[in-house]
């Protein structure tokens, strides 16, 4: 059977006359889809050039490690391949190479490939592939498939009609996607369950209309519940500096906060920094009563939340605008890739450029959770020389 064959950048089509493109398994067509990826590489668009193609393993731990080899590697010319096209937006014919790839190899070395192919049918929300490559999937590898993944995110224990939200990565303006989802929440009146956690920075716009739509929840008796405030809190008193006379919003957000999660002396101490910094009066306290449930045992102390940067969506020609201030703000830097869809070459290189000050200050990012075919690309540009990379296990 015949190998398809997709070039490594999109084409309009073969000129009359044109030579056919040679195989993408021929040494020639390995040849043109090397020069087709690096038209599309940072190089190529007048960025430091970061290429450094090399073979990826998965250890047991979900780890990737890459070790650089020398020589003509089949299986690794079918990976890259495939990851240059995903990347590309090529998808139909980064399909075609890996259903191919996946049924000629054996072993660990078809696992990658199968991984790679299931990840993409969950990419292109094709749930019936997905199921049926998976029976394929666990014949050929002998191992249990990966499991369909449901886009939004559940809250164990949530009420009936709980609607969940996560805020996350840096809100700017009052009408940040996130905050304007949050009231649109508050105006139907159900109950709400709203993560904080992965929110790492917000500008005085957006806290003050997160400040305002807490508070309307409160006045209006719309349930609220908050998971991972103590990392928001503990981020806003960071920046907030008594006598400097800005980012009022952020100092009301802050005292919301302790408001709702019942902190009366600190919230009395703030109050009394804000009416010093701005010379006018703070919000008062409110005693809210919340009846216990009968047999109820006192909640265990939450966890110290990891303050991960999450990153959505397809990054394509992506700068990461508000990387670097994370990167400085934090000594354990984690980069949470689980809701990236697709990651292009440009952004991939320009994303290690932007990691490589922290090799050499010997500070280790983690770059957590991308899928296979985002893990790939990343392997390809050298990511892995910069950041430990875990993918999931399943």
């Known amino acids: ?19 056919e493109p040679a195989s993408p398994t021929s040494e020639a067509g390995k040849a043109e889809l090397a020069a087709n990826a690096s038209q599309t590489s940072p190089s190529a668009k007048g960025e430091p050039s970061v290429l450094d193609f090399t073979d990826s393993q998965f250890s047991e731990s979900g780890d990737m490690t890459i070790e650089v080899e020398q020589g003509g590697d089949p299986l690794q010319a079918d990976i890259e391949q495939a990851a240059v ?41 094709d749930r019936a ?13 002998e191992t249990s498939p990966p499991t369909w993944r449901q886009p939004e995110k559940v809250f164990p224990g949530s009420a009936v009609g709980e609607k969940t939200l996560t805020l996350q990565g840096v809100a700017t303006g009052a009408d940040a996607p996130d905050i304007v989802k949050l009231k649109a929440a ?41 998971e991972g405030a103590d990392g928001l809190v503990g981020r806003l008193e960071s920046r907030l500096v008594v006598g ?20 009366s002396e600190i919230f009395e101490e703030k109050a009394v920094d804000y009416a010093v910094t701005f010379e006018m009066s703070p919000p008062s306290w409110e005693n809210i009563k919340i009846p216990p449930k009968a ?18 969506g397809e990054l394509k020609n992506y700068r990461f605008g508000e990387l670097p201030n994370y990167l400085d703000s934090t000594g354990q830097p984690i ?45 390809i540009v050298g990511l892995n020389s910069v950041a430990r990379i875990i993918v999931p296990k399943s």
């Open 1 to 19: 059977m015949a190998r398809p064959k997709p070039s490594a950048a999109p084409s309009s089509g073969t000129a009359a006359g044109q030579a």
């Open 85 to 125: 096209l995903f990347a590309n937006g090529q998808d139909s014919a980064a399909r075609a190479v890996l259903e191919m790839c996946a049924r000629t190899h054996s072993g660990a070395d078809a696992e990658r490939l199968w991984r790679m192919l299931l990840d993409l049918m969950q990419v292109l929300g």
């Open 129 to 141: 592939a997905f199921e049926k490559l998976g029976m394929e999937f666990a014949q050929a590898c």
């Open 186 to 226: 508050l105006a139907a009146k159900v109950p709400v369950r709203v993560d904080l956690s992965k929110l790492v920075s917000c500008d005085d716009e957006a806290a003050g209309a997160l400040c305002d739509l807490l508070r309307l929840a409160r006045k209006q008796g719309v349930a609220v519940t908050l």
């Open 244 to 263: 400097q006379r800005e980012s009022a919003g952020a100092w009301l957000l802050l005292l919301e906060l302790y408001q709702c999660l019942g902190r």
């Open 295 to 312: 047999g109820k045992k006192p909640a265990a102390p939450a966890a110290p939340q990891e303050q991960a940067l999450v990153l959505s």
């Open 335 to 379: 980069l949470d890739f689980s809701q990236v869809k697709r990651m292009d070459f440009f952004s991939a290189g320009l994303l290690r450029n932007t990691l490589e000050p922290c090799r050499r200050q010997g500070k280790e990012v983690v770059i957590r959770h991308p899928h296979h075919l985002v893990a790939e690309l990343m392997g």
